[in-house]
């Protein structure tokens, strides 16, 4: 079964770190573009980075030099370092398989998302 | 950055109906990359249209997705109970990709 499990949610004061894990099954993820999504409670979702099969990433603005995004080939695993977290990072992080973004000869892209994990909560607060 | 523009907002419909939820873009959406989740609170999203018109593995006939440029509509022929849930567009394919803020389908 292809499956996304996401685990390192909780509560952390602004100006804190985090680090968010999903484990994948059932797929690669070496060979997979892989991205986390965000919603924060009530509202809608937002793209917040990508890791592309190469291993090249981008972010969205709003996280940009404060997130990074890794993955281990050996754990199947992707991650998400979250640092100098602010009160509006509080959101359900998912990751999700993109299958259909693609890398042309001097850009990548992000596509659409055909497996989610169930999400794991990060509230920033103090 | 495109973005995009769900209606209506709320959509109250009974089950057996049809349902026709609008996604308008602020710029034409490229190659018509244009895709629809639906989310049932409390879960993940769930694919269930990609390329404007392209239903998903294992999304019924009942759900079919149609436009071009910077109109798209999601339509669902007869609702099911299982259906009545929050309906996302997002267009891909250039960056950065951007979700429009979602309709609810609610049980009239």
């Known amino acids: 079964e292809v499956r996304l499990v996401e685990s390192g949610g909780g509560l952390v004061h602004p100006g804190g770190s985090l680090r968010l894990s999903c484990a994948a099954s059932g797929f690669t993820v070496s060979t997979s573009y892989l991205s986390w999504v965000r919603q924060a409670p009530g509202k809608g979702l937002e793209w917040v980075s990508v890791i592309y099969r190469g291993g090249n990433t981008n972010y969205a603005d709003s996280v940009k030099g404060r997130f990074t995004v890794s993955r281990d080939n050996s754990k199947n695993t992707l991650y998400l370092q979250m640092t100098s977290l602010r009160a509006e990072d509080t959101a359900v992080y998912y990751c999700?398989?993109?299958?259909?973004?693609?890398?042309?000869?001097?850009?990548?892209?992000?596509?659409?998302?055909?497996?989610w994990g169930q999400g794991t909560l990060v509230s920033v607060s103090s | 950055e495109i973005v995009l523009t769900q209606s209506p907002g709320t959509l109250s419909l009974s089950p057996g109906e049809r349902a026709t939820l609008s996604c308008r873009a602020s710029?034409?959406?490229?190659?018509?990359?244009l895709a629809w989740y639906a989310q049932i609170p409390g879960q993940a999203p769930r694919l269930l249209i990609y390329a404007a018109s392209i239903r998903a593995t294992g999304i019924p006939d009942r759900f079919s997705g149609s436009g071009s440029g910077t109109a798209f509509t999601l339509t669902i022929g007869r609702l099911e109970p299982e259906d009545f849930a929050v309906y996302y567009c997002q267009h891909y394919g250039t960056s950065p990709i951007t979700f429009g803020q979602g309709t609810r389908l609610e049980i009239k």
């Open positions: 999700a398989r993109d299958f259909a973004g693609y890398c042309g000869p001097s850009n990548c892209y992000v596509g659409a998302f055909d497996i």
């Open positions: 710029q034409s959406v490229t190659n018509n990359f």
